[in-house]
């Protein structure tokens, strides 16, 4: 742990909420473990002592903004959440103005699941090329210099080589074991409609079946979905119980938009993403 | 007797749908199985679950008398594809019934009373039965009056009734609609403030409510500036409602299954809930 | 009377219920242990913690046709799944069978679901004691315990070079296999456990319905379904009809008070919106409707949604934290 870093941390948010700049400040504190961490929503000076920053701190925070909208709120962001700020002001989901946004400099995240902590970086940091957030108002510790791979997507053109049966296969299997629990959706910050396509009713896109076809349904129109959207924060992949390879789907989508429109979801709030050239008053229409 | 699980419903016919309003049509259905029809004892304010085959299940309130057994009667308003399907039935279409579920409207406690019955919109469903009972038994009861009020005149529910409702003894009906039209002589006024203009007595009296949440909520308001106890207040809850039977554990409100505890609670039962509807 | 089976007898013994049974049991997918109906006994997994998701399924699975309606000439005809064949779960930890005797009472209840009441009735527990715990396990503050033998109809406990074993019911009398000789030794003691102050918190739940505590814990909450469907007692469903090709089918799926639509009526009315709402009815539902229905706590401390919930809602902390609230409310 980095004590200096999460003592800018909490002076910078206790501050916050003593000047009253903002209702509240989304951050990450000791999980029950004792090991690992968990969101903190600090509401007063004196919970910011809870405030904490470290190698578990795997959560991507931008995601709460959306159950915040209209209040003032700061929030701690990685380089790799800050994307989904982007994402989020570029989408019209959330106002600059509302958003105080604590970046740190990140050293990159370890894998984890509650009461355990490898010593493994995730492998979006292995190959993450960003060292502080593309968009913040205050930025603690400063820029980290660290050495990062490049990313290949060695692993997605070795399966863009397989088979189509061999990888319908592949899917089928992993799909079947899918609960549709939505966590993968309910975590993700581009996932915000109100009513999402997997339980609208009228027409029926998807039915309430946990079985494999209605499984691969549901994550083909997820992913696609989030085509051109999806920031590479991983969310959902570390959340799946049952441990489905999500980053596969989505980072060839990614490198399929990377590489037909030489784009990259969040990077620059003002680019639309290719497929979402539409205006805010049309995200508006789409979700009624 | 009865199908052995108790999520296999009924098998029945379609024997008429009659357009009552421009988005609800009254399904007069018939138990396919002479036995089962036979021991298919309701009471007003039970609900059963409808199956359109192919699309699913949805609650209805049984809208006919409970001596009606050849032709149970449902009011559909068309808001979902269950709801859609079951419309798009013809007579003859078969479709499935589970039932019937819930509590009842407690008419026997109110031998005696004035009834005052307010339903606004497809509220008036579950309290068409009541209203038919109460005339059925009229000697029971003192006076009855029915305010029912929609948003235009067409959307009026059991407009056919009004004129035996009309002309039976002791018993007024007054039509309210929020937006009138170039036929329509009656009231334009919202149903919370037709109860405030009529101002019927809580001496001796039971006020039955059902309705739009936000006509429910000003009309329980009136009723009590009026001076009614919550004891003499009484409504339906509406909840999601899946199993009917307290198994799917997804209509309650607070402790209360609203599939078997309810649907009908007085104001008095429902200020004891946890969590308020 | 105890009797003694070496881990060699305990797999001819399942090799000889697989013949005449579907043998459910703990098996190894990718990194996961979960229970599936297994081929051949090699699969079977003795040393595991608790498994991914709990044998619930068996009963009350992710999906399941209730019917499918047959039409012909324009007549229908509802037909009902059936039960085919008898069962055995083997491996359930006593948490996991204290989940599925928690679940028959919403289920058996009159009238009672019949493809559950035939599943249940045709399907012998063999469990296996705990000789481990895990960091989140607090079975014995639910009405449990890791050598617990109430729910199941053999109870296995791993002893020094085999199993002991404990016919329970007459179930699992008549499942025992033959020629088992009597264990005379000592039953391992089982772990320890730390408690969690469910009883104080239980009596309390009603006055701590409207507190502000509720919107502070879900603030965080993302209301997924995780903690619902990896639950052993959690057993919301959802039935609608599936149609393809001309087969109609009514299904029954698994759903959980946290996902958003859940309370939602056709209509648009919904009695709970807000996240604290929400988050509270899982609560509430496990801590006190569920008890003042059918006199049991709605968890039996398998600490599967602690271990799994994505941002760390600890039911253990949340009923420490509700306990804190109940004292400070006492106290002043
Ligand atoms: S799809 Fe997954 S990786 Fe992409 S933004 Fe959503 S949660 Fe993050
Ligand atoms: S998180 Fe995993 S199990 Fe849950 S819906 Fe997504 S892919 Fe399926
Ligand atoms: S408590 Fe955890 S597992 Fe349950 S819905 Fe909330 S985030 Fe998901
Ligand atoms: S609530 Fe959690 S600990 Fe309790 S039985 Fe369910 S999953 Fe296990
Ligand atoms: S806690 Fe929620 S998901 Fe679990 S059984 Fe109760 S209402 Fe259903
Ligand atoms: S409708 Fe299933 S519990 Fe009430």
Known sequence: MDKELIQQIRDKARNLLKEGTVEGVIGYERASDDLTSRPLFAYSPSDTERLIFDETCAHNLVKYLLDKKGKKIAVVVKPCDSRAINLLLNEGQIERDNVFIIGVGCPGMVETNWNHKSETLQAKCRTCQLFKPVVYDFLAGGEIERQAEEETYSDITEEEAKSVATRREFWLEQFGRCIRCYACRQVCPGCYCPVCFAERLDPLWVGIRIAPEENDMWQTIRSFHLAGRCIGCNECERVCPVDIPLSLLNRKLEKDVKELFAFQAGLDPEEAPPFATFKKEEVMEFEK | MGPESPFTPYLATLKTATQLTPDIKLLSVELEDPDIKAGFDYKPGQFALLSAFGEGEAPFGIVSLPLQKDGLEFAVRRIGTVTRALQELEPGDTLGVRGPFGNYFPLEDYVGKNMIVIGGGIGMAPLRPVINSILEQRDDYKELLIINGARTPQDLVFQPEFPTWMEAPGTKLELTVDRGDEEWKGRVALVPDVVKELAPSPGNAIAIVCGPPIMIRFTLARLRDLG????????????????????????NIGEKYVCQDGPVFNLEQISQFLEQP | MNLFASKDDVIRWLGELLKEHVVIAPVRVQEQTTFQPISQVEDVVFDFNNTALSPKGWFLPPTETLFSVQRDDGKVELVPTKVERDAVIFGLHPCDARGIALMDSPFLQEPSDAL???????TALIGLACRQAQPECFCTSMGSAPDDPSNVD????????????QAVTEKGKALLPKGLAEYKGKVPAPPKLEAVPTKEVVSAMRELFNDPYWEQVADRCLHCNICAYVCPTCYCFDMRDYADKGKVERVRSWESCQSPGFSLTAGGYDPRTTKGERLRQRFCHKLLYFPEQFQDVACVGCGRCVRDCPVNIDIREVISNLKQVTEAKSGS
Not at chain 2, 241 to 248: D, N, P, R, S
């Open chain 3, 154 to 165: 053999i109870l296995l406990t791993e002893g020094e070079d085999g199993y002991i074993v």
């Open chain 2, 228 to 251: 009614y106890k919550d004891n003499q207040i009484v409504t339906t809850l509406e909840a999601k409602m899946k199993c009917g039977l307290g198994k799917c554990a997804r209509c």
């Open chain 3, 116 to 122: 559950y009441r035939e599943r249940r009735s045709r």
